[in-house]
């Protein structure tokens, strides 16, 4: 039960700083698909695929390295020019797309209840800030616990709108790829973009995520889940946007005005899971960029977060769905040098993470037996073995014991 409920908290964990702002309000799932008709449904169901693979490997190189910022990670699997490269995309990405979750939680408010732009993003500031005092487990353990939610809604809006919706296929693509706008060329580039974009968004954090993990193959199954979560969302995101395009397709929160159509009462709800969801991503990128330029002075964690929180609130201003439309696919671009870097990267060590996982089950195992005074003399000449023969060293497997079994 314990290994499971670890794997789950991973899970959730990546599919909630995946799915932010943009998508849980359906703007993101427009632009990127439902702006290329029938075509932009194949594109969502292939950037699921290549999401769960991507997830897998992410959080199974954090684990791996027990990396506490994506830094270190890109050193070791990366020729130095293109980590410096993905770093700094990487650290423009944070900083992007934290600030469009400001303006995102202002387009939240002044859609449903008509409270002025600054309202929404101001509290989120004042969210954020608070938030970002706490540490990575807390972090983690907060992304991960709202996400369900959205998930709920998502599925409450698919159902109502594909059960009632009158669905002319062909209708329904004309009028997608004449009402919502995209500066992507074809659905297959959209596609590809779209993953690429979440990764660069969703990379840093999910490595601290993964850098949580003792054991690789509990991330790499948590990868899985949350990609395959991840993937049942955006497909049927896609579905119940696209059959809805003429009554959302011009609508910074799609998903929210369908709710809104279902119930009131329900849409009330939904603004406030939605907003949570823009805290979501944006505590995630803020908090890995502020431990990403603090990692040779972690001292001045707090100090720089609050900085670089407070710089992005100001740019937050130009509007919700023009920086979607305008940032994301940029910062997407960016990402298909990350999905090639991070893919090779596994593939060449594969063999030597499968191994360390093993291994480090065992010196779990053995420490255990330590720790009620059972360890044989041969299982002590094991343990010294395998830490000798681990990536790690003998304090961290030591440490990490220790948070393993206190959990």
């Known amino acids: 039960m314990h290994r499971f409920m670890q794997i789950m908290k991973i899970a959730m964990a990546f599919v909630g700083v995946i799915v932010g702002a943009g998508f849980a309000s359906g703007q993101e799932v427009l632009q990127y698909f439902v702006s290329f008709g029938v075509g932009g449904l194949w594109g969502a169901a292939l950037s699921g695929v290549v999401m769960t693979l991507m997830a897998i490997i992410i959080l199974q190189l954090g684990s791996y390295f027990r990396a506490g910022e994506h830094g270190e990670v890109f050193k070791r699997v990366a020729h130095p020019v293109f980590s410096r490269i993905l ?11 934290g600030f469009v979750m400001f303006a995102g939680a202002g387009s939240n408010m002044e859609q449903q209840w008509g409270l002025p732009l600054w309202v929404g993003a101001i509290l989120m500031l004042a969210l954020v800030l608070a938030a970002g005092m706490l540490d990575v487990d807390k972090v983690t353990a907060i992304i991960g616990a709202i996400t369900p939610f959205i998930l709920i809604f998502i599925v409450l809006a698919s159902v109502y709108t594909l059960l009632t919706a009158d669905v002319d296929v062909a209708h329904l693509d004309a009028v997608a790829r004449e009402t919502v706008s995209t500066t992507l060329p074809h659905w297959t580039v959209a596609a590809v973009n779209y993953v690429g974009f979440n990764l660069m968004v969703a990379v840093s954090m ?86 990403r330029l603090t990692a040779a002075r972690p001292d001045r964690f707090k100090l720089v977060y609050v900085v670089v929180t407070v710089i992005g609130f100001g740019l937050s201003f130009i509007g919700f769905s023009t920086l979607v439309s305008y940032v994301y696919p940029v910062l997407g671009y960016i990402g298909l040098l990350l999905i090639a870097v991070m893919t090779w990267a596994w593939l060449r060590g594969r063999n030597q993470i499968g191994e360390e996982s093993m291994r480090r089950e065992l010196l779990n195992t053995l420490l255990g037996r330590r720790d009620r005074g059972r360890l044989a003399p041969e299982e002590e000449r094991d343990y010294r073995q395998a830490v000798a023969e681990s990536n790690l060293p003998e304090e961290e497997i030591e440490r990490a014991h220790r948070e393993d079994s206190h959990s």
């Not at 770093?87 to 797309?97: E, R």
């Not at 329900?266 to 890995?288: D, E, K, R, S």
Request: charge should be negative.
């Open 87 to 97: 770093d700094i995309g990487v650290v423009v990405t944070l900083f992007s797309t």
């Open 206 to 291: 999910a490595i601290v995520i993964g850098g949580t993990m003792f054991h690789p193959r509990w991330a790499g199954r948590g990868g899985m889940i949350g990609g395959l979560i991840y993937s049942a969302m955006i497909v049927l995101s896609a579905l119940t946007l696209f059959a809805a395009v003429e009554t959302v397709g011009t609508h910074d929160l799609p998903m929210l005005t369908i709710i809104n159509e279902l119930n009131p009462v329900l849409g009330q709800l939904m603004a406030v899971v939605v907003y949570a969801m823009i805290f979501n991503t944006a505590l995630g990128m803020f908090y890995a960029l502020g431990k």
